[in-house]
């Protein structure tokens, strides 16, 4: 089954810096990768996804991901982080089923 | 205007009393999803229908089953709960599978006492 890899645990960044997330993927053919954001006690919200094409792909709230094949990775990133985007990221990896990776905690100071 | 509902939002139950959880869709999508999230944690895939072919996850344990007697309703059974059950549950459709977006619901907060 495919799988999913999310280095950082926790990140913290200042209000206007910018934000990279790291996914790496494990899959044997062409992933479908997803990235979806959680608030507390919310269910997943879809940020951007990739099915094939242009490897890099825009998403909602400012956010985008660049699809490496060669690093096996779909990182994502913000140019300038908002205090409201404070937030648990996913990412995910699906084939017949839907798998996540165990998320990155994004801290956001003032 | 919602796509996929959970109820409740938060079911408190008694250890080893039957515990049922239940998720719609208006979406018609083929496929729905029940995922176990534990704090801080990844949402653990427990099992997922497509259409009405059942597909258990190897690690899910007996004590959870899962109902999908039509397209827009799938329940998740809790036939003992442990105090290790206490976790969010989240209910997911999507149109084909893995390879086309997911839709969740606002998830059940289970508690067990």
């Known amino acids: 089954a495919q799988s999913v890899t999310q280095p950082d645990i926790h990140i913290t960044v200042s209000e206007g810096a910018s934000l990279e997330l790291r996914c790496n993927y494990s899959?044997?053919?062409?992933?479908?990768l997803f990235w979806y954001v959680q608030s507390p006690g919310q269910g997943l919200q879809l940020l951007l996804k990739?099915?094939?094409?242009?490897?890099l792909v825009q998403g909602i709230k400012g956010f985008e991901a660049e699809f490496k094949r060669s690093q096996s990775s779909f990182n994502l990133r913000k140019p300038s982080v908002h205090w409201s985007d404070a937030a648990e990221y996913f990412c995910a990896v699906g084939a017949t089923d839907m798998r996540f990776g165990a998320g990155t905690r994004l801290t956001v100071k003032p | 205007d919602a796509m996929v509902i959970q109820n409740p939002r938060y079911q408190v139950t008694q250890f080893g009393k039957p515990v049922t959880l239940s998720c719609s869709q208006t979406l018609n999508h083929n496929v729905m999803y029940w995922y176990q999230q534990k704090s801080s944690q990844a949402p653990k895939l427990l099992f997922h229908?497509?259409?009405?072919?059942?597909?258990n996850e190897a690690d899910t344990p007996d004590n959870f089953q899962s109902r999908r007697p039509n397209t827009s309703f799938c329940f998740l059974d809790i036939r003992s709960p442990g105090l290790g059950d206490a976790a969010m549950y989240l209910c997911?459709?999507?149109?084909?599978?893995?390879?086309?977006?997911?839709?969740f619901g606002q998830g059940t907060r289970l508690t067990v006492v």
């Open positions: 997911a459709t999507s149109l084909q599978g893995g390879n086309t977006e997911a839709f």
């Open positions: 229908y497509y259409d009405k072919d059942f597909n």
């Open positions: 899959y044997g053919a062409t992933p479908y």
């Open positions: 990739y099915f094939s094409g242009d490897t």
